[in-house]
């Protein structure tokens, strides 16, 4: 059964259009992510599934309800924002529950809910403290715990970690999806950040200009992207997207095998040592990897190699991908099958 339903939603501002006919279908228990650059349409998507912004057009289920025209506290979601919105002048323990007492929670229960979240989360010994005396991720956890105090089974979460630095956002990434399996919450959460959402999703909703580019699993993005767009949003460094002319690399007399405008592969399945012949325009050291960027032709592939590999920029290389490893996108930059 699905959650949270998405039949036909459009969102327009006069004559720009924020979303365009969104069909979508989010699995009760499961984490889904919202994924795409800045202004691609996922936090308006969100909102409307909150009820905090109305669809021009099209209908919202939650849990097979019609809440398209309710107001927010009768969709039965909570939500955790990118700021976090914590009351300063409230401690952890008000924080957490001053939603249950807009809601007239009993006090009894309310102290229940409290215990259990704040165990939960790790809060016990903060429940004094104000916001402004816990860290970032402490008072990401607040933030957590008043969505998860309210038992909606819907949480909508809009880039809640992008205000951690990286080390505790990885830490957050690992607690918050543990935490979604162990409740069997279905989570819908916005990032712009391909690594979060590899990494927490069950399904990746990949958004393009108010349009669902691709939605799948991680690993079936990764593997066969619909599209080039799609093809070059996920993964790092990029996909390859090589230009094809007459069956031939671009600006050159390399022929390559199968059908379309665009050759597509990933730089970690290029190896050197045979094949085609290249030369290396520039290389990155990351340590444990060697980001190389080679020229064939007008194109350039990028490999990523061993660290340890000693090459030079302008040095000639040989460079193969195995067949089966490469992707072919028409001229619309559809996947050819």
Not at 102 to 123: D, N, P, Y
Request: include cysteine; proline fraction near 4%; charged fraction near 20%.
């Amino acid at each position: 059964m699905s959650a949270i339903r998405l039949q036909g939603i459009s969102k327009h501002w006069g004559s720009a259009a924020a979303l365009t006919d969104i069909h979508l279908d989010i699995a009760q228990g499961s984490f889904c992510v919202l994924l795409g650059p800045s202004g691609c349409g996922k936090s308006t998507t969100l909102r409307i599934i909150a009820g905090l912004e109305t669809a021009s057009s099209g209908q919202v289920f939650v849990d097979g309800r019609d809440v398209t025209d309710l107001p927010p506290a009768q969709r039965g979601i909570a939500m955790v924002f990118q700021n976090y919105a914590l009351f300063p002048h409230l401690n952890v323990a008000d924080n957490i529950t001053f939603g249950l007492s807009v809601r007239k929670v009993g006090a009894a229960q309310t102290r229940a809910r409290l215990q259990e979240t704040a165990e939960l989360l790790g809060l016990t010994a903060l429940l004094a403290r104000r916001p402004g005396e816990l860290s970032g991720g402490q008072q990401q956890r607040v933030a957590l715990g008043r969505a998860l105090v309210a038992q909606a089974k819907v949480c909508l979460m809009d880039e809640p970690l992008s205000n951690l630095d990286a080390q505790l956002r990885q830490d957050m990434r690992r607690e918050l999806r543990e935490l979604q399996q162990r409740l069997a919450l279905t989570v819908v959460y916005v990032t712009h950040d391909q690594a979060e959402a590899m990494s927490m999703a069950d399904q990746v909703v990949l958004l393009h200009q108010g349009r669902i580019e691709q939605a799948a699993p991680p690993r079936e993005l990764y593997a066969r992207p619909a599209t080039t767009f799609a093809a070059r949003f996920i993964g790092t460094p990029a996909m390859n997207l090589v230009r094809l002319q007459d069956g031939r690399i671009a600006g050159s007399d390399i022929a390559v095998a199968g059908p379309g405008a665009q050759l597509g592969m990933r730089p970690e399945t290029v190896t050197l040592g045979r094949g085609i012949p290249a030369t290396v325009q520039s290389l990155e050291y990351l340590g444990a990897d060697l980001v190389l960027r080679c020229a064939i032709g007008s194109e350039t592939i990028t490999v990523r190699a061993e660290g340890e590999l000693g090459v030079a920029r302008g040095e000639q290389v040989m460079l193969h991908w195995p067949p089966e490893s490469a992707h072919h996108f028409d001229t619309n930059g559809r996947r050819i099958a």
